[in-house]
């Protein structure tokens, strides 16, 4: 099988206090960082295991909080990076961990989704971590959340990156209407597939790949088809990817979220990014016009 699997373990501690994120500057435990550790290497070690029965993974790591702050992440991307059945494995992150580990992975393998988060971090350090991912030969897309307040934030980020790294916006969708017509126009020309994420997609009844080759993996091992939907469909240890692969349609309203909706096969979103859906890379670069 070829599958997709999103881990989120117990972290829910980050260093950064969005006002839009309810795990802004939280600290976890000793206890719960202990046990995300383990979450994570006892994951790591099933993954080494799946070549042995014929599988081909692809792995996204999106924890409640940053990961890279903790060496366990940094560890399971180098590992998992080298794994001759591992086709792909990416981290969401904002990149404020050092960047010492990046000569330890394989960048054939390795990508990053990169969020700014404007007035977390200043414009430069950001640009000089996106940089040193850039020069390292890793993949990695960038983004940020499309508030307005950090429109300027995002122009500038655009015209200081390189225009062979593409820039994402997520759609801000916590308040209806909230953009103006030239509120997407402007967007638009910063991201010019940002009207993808911009809408809200029917999905209920609806064929998608979660829960038939793509699975959202909690720390002991807990599988949901989808992030959103609380469902569990088995136990990744104990069910093992043939337990757990079945046709599944949606049992939700709607799909409004990157890594859910990118598994619609009737969106076919594939074809505009290629091997680099997972971490949000297209096929080809666009051009930006702002």
Same mark, same amino acid.
């Given at each position: 099988?070829?599958?997709? $699997?999103?881990?989120?373990? %117990?972290?829910?501690?980050?260093?950064?206090?969005?006002?839009?994120?309810?795990?802004?500057?939280?600290?976890?435990?000793?206890?719960?960082?202990?046990?995300?550790?383990?979450?994570?290497?006892?994951?790591?070690?099933?993954?080494?295991?799946?070549?042995? !029965?014929?599988?081909?993974?692809?792995?996204?790591?999106?924890?409640?909080?940053?990961?890279?702050?903790?060496?366990?992440?940094?560890?399971?991307?180098?590992?998992? %990076?080298?794994?001759?059945?591992?086709?792909?494995?990416?981290?969401?992150?904002? $990149?404020?961990?050092?960047? !010492?580990?990046?000569?330890?992975?394989?960048?054939?393998?390795?990508?990053?989704?990169?969020? *700014?988060?404007?007035?977390?971090?200043?414009?430069?350090?950001?640009?000089?971590?996106?940089?040193?991912?850039?020069?390292?030969?890793?993949?990695?897309?960038?983004? %940020?959340?499309?508030?307005?307040?950090?429109?300027?934030?995002?122009?500038?980020?655009?015209?200081?990156?390189?225009?062979?790294?593409? =820039?994402?916006?997520?759609? *801000?969708?916590?308040?209806?209407?909230?953009?103006?017509?030239?509120? =997407?126009?402007?967007?638009?020309?910063? /991201?010019?597939?940002?009207?993808?994420?911009? !809408? /809200? *997609? /029917?999905?209920?009844?609806?064929?998608?790949?979660?829960?038939?080759?793509?699975?959202?993996?909690?720390?002991?091992?807990?599988?949901?088809?989808?992030?959103?939907?609380?469902?569990?469909?088995?136990?990744?240890?104990? /069910?093992? $990817?043939?337990?757990?692969?079945?046709?599944?349609?949606?049992?939700?309203?709607?799909?409004?979220?990157?890594?859910? *909706?990118?598994?619609?096969?009737?969106?076919?979103?594939?074809?505009?990014?290629?091997?680099?859906?997972?971490?949000?890379?297209?096929?080809?670069?666009?051009?930006?016009?702002?």
């Amino acid at each position: 099988m070829n599958a997709v $699997l999103y881990y989120r373990g %117990s972290l829910t501690s980050c260093n950064y206090d969005c006002p839009y994120c309810p795990f802004g500057k939280t600290r976890d435990s000793a206890a719960t960082l202990a046990k995300d550790r383990e979450g994570v290497e006892a994951f790591v070690r099933w993954a080494s295991e799946q070549g042995k !029965a014929g599988h081909r993974l692809s792995v996204f790591f999106n924890p409640y909080g940053e990961g890279l702050i903790h060496r366990w992440y940094k560890e399971a991307l180098i590992t998992l %990076s080298h794994m001759p059945h591992v086709d792909k494995v990416a981290i969401q992150t904002n $990149l404020s961990a050092s960047l !010492a580990f990046l000569p330890e992975l394989n960048p054939s393998t390795a990508a990053f989704w990169a969020t *700014y988060h404007p007035g977390q971090v200043r414009e430069e350090q950001f640009l000089a971590q996106c940089l040193a991912v850039h020069r390292q030969g890793i993949p990695l897309s960038v983004g %940020s959340v499309g508030i307005r307040s950090a429109f300027p934030a995002i122009a500038s980020l655009r015209a200081a990156l390189p225009q062979d790294i593409y =820039l994402w916006v997520n759609a *801000y969708k916590d308040k209806p209407d909230y953009y103006t017509p030239e509120d =997407l126009a402007f967007l638009g020309s910063i /991201d010019p597939h940002f009207s993808i994420n911009a !809408a /809200d *997609y /029917d999905s209920l009844g609806k064929s998608c790949n979660a829960g038939k080759n793509v699975f959202y993996v909690q720390g002991a091992g807990t599988v949901k088809r989808c992030y959103k939907d609380r469902g569990v469909i088995g136990n990744l240890y104990r /069910d093992g $990817l043939e337990g757990l692969s079945a046709e599944r349609s949606c049992r939700m309203k709607v799909c409004d979220c990157y890594i859910g *909706y990118i598994h619609m096969p009737g969106l076919r979103l594939e074809q505009l990014y290629g091997s680099g859906l997972l971490e949000r890379i297209p096929y080809r670069i666009p051009e930006v016009t702002g």
